[in-house]
């Protein structure tokens, strides 16, 4: 019991943690003049993946690699099914965004080169080196064709980031808060689940591709379903989309840079076949420009339901 109380904890402090860091950093940037482009495709960006990446180096530091690589693979699982299919509960999504189609090619890209480095042993350090080198080349790329097309601001990232600290004070809070509760979150998490994985006789992977990588994409179900709510659907397909690179790119990027990460069998086998299954289906909704309804939501909850059920 005081196990799953820990977990609890952890994702919340995670939650939390997260959202308090990125208002804060944005609060900062703003403060400082900093263009707005660089706001939303970077700090932005990299704040809701925040939750992850803790986690992942958490778990690396640790030992438990299954949490450090499922918690990436099943979070880019259910910012599919679950971040999209949520939402779409209460309101249409529209599956076509103007500039979506490129960031599309670069997930699918990035997908592929991670399941060929994990088909072929563990997450070295040059595998994360590439990793990393791939989400900064996509990062200034997408930063100089906006610049290119004569977008000097990047979309409104308000609709993701509310409530911006104005007082110097309170946004010094917001970021120390956040570096702190971070981290402490991430050694909660990764304690309380190596303990219900032991405890259940579960592996450390089953946990880390569930309840961890379902805890850690909590920051992308609430924007997506915050973003439904106010009918502004496109926010929640790119927020999918940049989530699921950074995911790659930056957690297990940086992560195995620091850390070589050892690969699970079944994660080689069923895992990553069904992240890239995922990937190709938002690449087909928005290539033909298929909303999802309200019954599509209700399938792709129900796939990952049955996805859920396989891991154990």
């Known amino acids: 019991m005081l196990s799953i109380l820990t977990l609890i904890a952890g994702l919340v402090v995670l939650v939390v943690a997260g959202d308090y860091l990125v208002r804060g950093a944005v609060a900062l940037a703003e403060k400082l003049s900093i263009d707005p482009l660089i706001i939303g495709l970077t700090i932005v960006a990299f704040g809701t993946s925040a939750p992850e990446l803790f986690v992942s180096l958490q778990a690396a530091f640790n030992g438990v690699s299954g949490i450090a690589i ?7 699982i259910a910012n599919v099914l679950l971040v999209l299919g949520a939402p779409a509960l209460l309101m249409t999504i529209n599956c076509r965004e103007n500039g979506l189609g490129a960031s599309l090619a670069v997930m699918i890209i990035m997908t592929l080169a ?13 595998d994360g080196a590439i990793l990393l080198l791939m989400i900064g080349a996509y990062l200034g790329w997408q930063i100089k064709a906006a610049r290119q097309c004569g977008l000097v601001t990047a979309p409104d990232y308000h609709d993701e980031v509310v409530d911006l600290p104005q007082q110097s004070w309170k946004t010094t809070v917001f970021i120390v808060g956040g570096l702190i509760g971070l981290p402490l979150g991430a050694w909660l998490t990764v304690d309380g689940a190596s303990h219900i994985a032991r405890m259940f006789g579960a592996s450390e992977t089953a946990i880390g591709l569930t309840i961890v990588a379902i805890g850690t994409s909590l920051p992308e179900l609430v924007t997506s379903v915050m973003a439904a709510w106010r009918r502004s659907g496109a926010v929640a397909i790119g927020n999918v989309v940049g989530s699921n690179i950074f995911n790659i790119g930056l957690i ?4 195995s840079v620091i850390l070589p990460l050892d690969v699970d069998q ?8 069904v992240m890239l299954a995922a990937g190709l289906l938002v690449v087909g909704l928005a290539h033909w420009n298929i909303p999802i309804k309200k019954s599509g939501g209700l399938a792709m909850l129900a796939v990952f339901a049955i996805y859920i059920f396989s891991v154990f």
């Open 266 to 273: 079944r994660i080689v086998s069923i895992d990553m076949w």
């Open 70 to 76: 499922g918690n990436i693979i099943g979070s880019n």
């Open 252 to 255: 297990l990027g940086g992560t």
């Open 114 to 126: 991670l399941m060929v480095m994990m088909w072929f042993g563990p997450l070295s350090r040059i």
